[in-house]
């Protein structure tokens, strides 16, 4: 999407971000679930293809609502956010057992989908 979003120099619809994340919310469903190895295998690359993507896309759109004179520091909060993220998954995976970790991370990624669908939809149909 990267290579996508330079070579048609366009952002992502919202339908398609909420896509991203639906799919990823499936994807770490599918790890979550433990089903077989080859099921995890395809989770994890499902999730490993949407992350890239989502994180491009809000990273343009919040380079385009911060102000010029506040970009320096929006994109320091993005990167403490970010690493943030990374703490407290690692955090969790420490404090809890796999499949638990595993699981929550499922159900944010479908929170953040129903979210972003909410959104997307009550301001398309206003």
Request: glycine letters at 8%; hydrophobic letters at 55%; charged letters at 10%.
């Amino acid at each position: 999407m990267r290579v996508g979003i330079s070579v048609r120099n366009r952002l992502a619809q919202r339908r398609t971000v909420v896509l991203l994340l639906a799919a990823a919310a499936t994807g770490m469903a599918l790890v979550c679930l433990q089903l077989s190895i080859e099921l995890s295998i395809v989770g994890c690359v499902i999730v490993g293809l949407m992350i890239a993507p989502l994180g491009t896309y809000y990273s343009v759109v919040l380079d385009g609502l911060a102000p010029p004179s506040k970009r320096a520091e929006v994109f320091a909060l993005l990167r403490t956010a970010s690493s943030v993220g990374v703490i407290l998954s690692s955090a969790m995976l420490t404090w809890t057992s796999l499949t638990w970790a595993l699981c929550t991370g499922a159900v944010l990624f479908a929170a953040a989908a129903l979210a972003a669908g909410l959104v997307h939809f009550s301001t398309e149909h206003t």
